[in-house]
């Protein structure tokens, strides 16, 4: 039977009020352990943040907002502007621990302007608008993927067959996550879905992280290879591929795990439609397109040692290790977002959705 709520109502981030503690589940862990470790220092945020301790790009941002309440708790200074000050520098080392997801930067500007609103009230009035500041990205999280997961779910049907790369579940977010959203939602619903996960080398989100959230939720889920994804394709077995992103640019351009846009070629080839799902806080419209988002480059250790018993590779080998690609916007069948579905051309879909706001 699906158990949906056993991972939608995980909680990767939690701040306890009677505790004053931040705590969040070590996702390097997983699928072995599922542990939560406590988050004190700048030092050991910006690690947890660096190391994938904490991940997915709506999860960092809600995170590094938990974070800022607690830094700025530690600032012991009467002096309102020097406050301001060490709050912007805990802002910036936090900002530069992953550099491709915009949400992390959006949170922590949220919280900076935060604090300048509140820079004339007591520092108590200001803590309390601070942590208040934080619980309210961090609801707005849970309805924007719920919304997410109600418009994604309008474009499935009873049966498909569905790719996804790297984790777009809950723990990359909160509740039921957005690539991943209408395929729990669904299945909450008494639909059935047949899910490929890639296993999304070199860090195995999908392998670590998506088989074991939905697996957990009881949907039928088959792990594979990247390399295998063209093979399902060809079988017959994928009626769309839902992804999630970290960034998407003003004219559609996405950035997201690295491999995205090898599948989203793919799927042109074999006639799939590609949705690219994520709430509008991480849609950058000060970004032109794909050549302006930064792409976080990691130690190429990753792909030669981690996660093997000897290394894999000969020890003074080059490697390229780009944690994130960006795929084409026009590879991109439509980008869902709470507010809806946005279709090409983009650069006036996504417009609208700030129009609107407006
Ligand atoms: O390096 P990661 O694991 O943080 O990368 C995560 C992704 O690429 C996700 O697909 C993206 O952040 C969307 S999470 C809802």
């Known amino acids: 039977m699906p158990d949906i709520k056993a991972v939608t109502h995980v909680q990767n981030i939690r701040y306890d009020r009677k505790e004053e503690a931040l705590y969040i589940i070590d996702q390097t862990l997983l699928p072995g352990e599922e542990k939560e470790i406590r988050l004190q220092t700048a030092e050991e945020m910006v690690e947890a943040i660096r190391s994938l301790r904490v991940r997915g790009a709506p999860a960092i941002g809600i995170c590094a907002a938990y974070c800022m309440y607690v830094l700025a708790k530690s600032i012991r200074t009467e002096d309102r502007q020097m406050f301001l000050r060490r709050l912007s520098d805990y802002g910036l ?19 900076m302007r935060t604090a300048l609103e509140h820079v004339h009230d007591t520092r108590g009035q200001m803590l309390d ?6 619980v309210e990205i961090h609801r707005d999280d849970i309805a924007k993927c ?13 049966g498909d067959g569905i790719l996804t790369h790297c984790n777009a ?11 991943l959203g209408p395929i729990l939602l669904g299945t909450e619903r008494g639909m059935h879905f047949r899910v490929f996960a890639d296993e999304t080398r070199p860090l195995l989100q999908g392998a670590r992280l ?14 594979i290879c990247d390399s295998m994804a ?36 793919l799927a042109k080839h074999y006639g799939i439609p590609v949705y690219v799902l994520g709430p509008t806080s991480t849609i950058d419209m000060d970004c032109p397109d794909g050549d302006h988002i930064p792409i976080e480059e990691r130690d190429g250790e990753e792909i030669k040692t981690m996660w093997y018993e000897r290394p894999m590779a000969p020890a003074d080998v080059k490697c390229y290790d780009p944690a994130f690609d960006v795929t084409d916007h026009d590879l991109i069948t439509a980008i869902v977002t709470e507010k809806g579905i946005c279709r090409p051309p983009y650069k006036k879909s996504l417009a609208a959705l700030f129009r609107d706001k407006a």
């Open 93 to 111: 080392q936090l900002d530069a621990a992953r550099p491709t997801a915009v949400n992390l930067g959006w949170a922590i500007r949220e919280m």
């Open 129 to 134: 608008a601070l942590y208040e500041k934080a």
């Open 146 to 158: 719920t919304a997410i997961s109600e418009h994604g779910l309008t474009l499935l049907k009873e």
């Open 169 to 179: 579940g809950p723990l990359a977010t909160s509740r039921y996550g957005t690539a």
């Open 210 to 223: 998506t088989s074991y959230e939905l697996l957990r939720a009881g949907v039928d889920v088959t792990l």
């Open 230 to 265: 063209s093979i399902v394709m060809k079988n017959g077995w994928v009626q769309a591929c839902f992804v999630g992103c970290d960034r998407i640019a003003a004219n559609g351009d996405t950035a997201n795990k690295i491999g995205t846009s090898g599948v989203a070629i």
